[in-house]
């Protein structure tokens, strides 16, 4: 699965999920376009072993803990 293949098939279940902890739209859209472009960043990374959307909330996890920790 290349990543263009990987966008399409998770971004709207990674997006409704921001949506479920952020009420503000375009946070959740922004939270969710920069948790992509980490993986695309690190795809070289995933070795296939986990699933990939496991892999994927684990990027996701760990940038809203980033943020979080920034602000507080």
């Known amino acids: 699965m290349d990543f263009e293949e ?3 098939a998770y971004f709207h279940d990674f997006y409704f999920y921001m949506r479920s902890l952020e ?3 375009n946070i959740a859209k922004e ?3 920069e948790t992509f472009f980490k993986a695309l960043k690190s795809i ?3 070795d296939g ?3 990939i959307r496991a892999w994927l909330f684990t ?3 760990i940038h809203i803990l980033r943020i979080i920790n920034k602000f507080t």
């Open 6 to 8: 990987i966008y399409q």
């Open 23 to 25: 009420s503000d739209e």
């Open 31 to 33: 939270i969710t376009q």
């Open 44 to 46: 070289h990374q995933f």
């Open 49 to 51: 072993k986990k699933d």
């Open 59 to 61: 990027i996701t996890k």
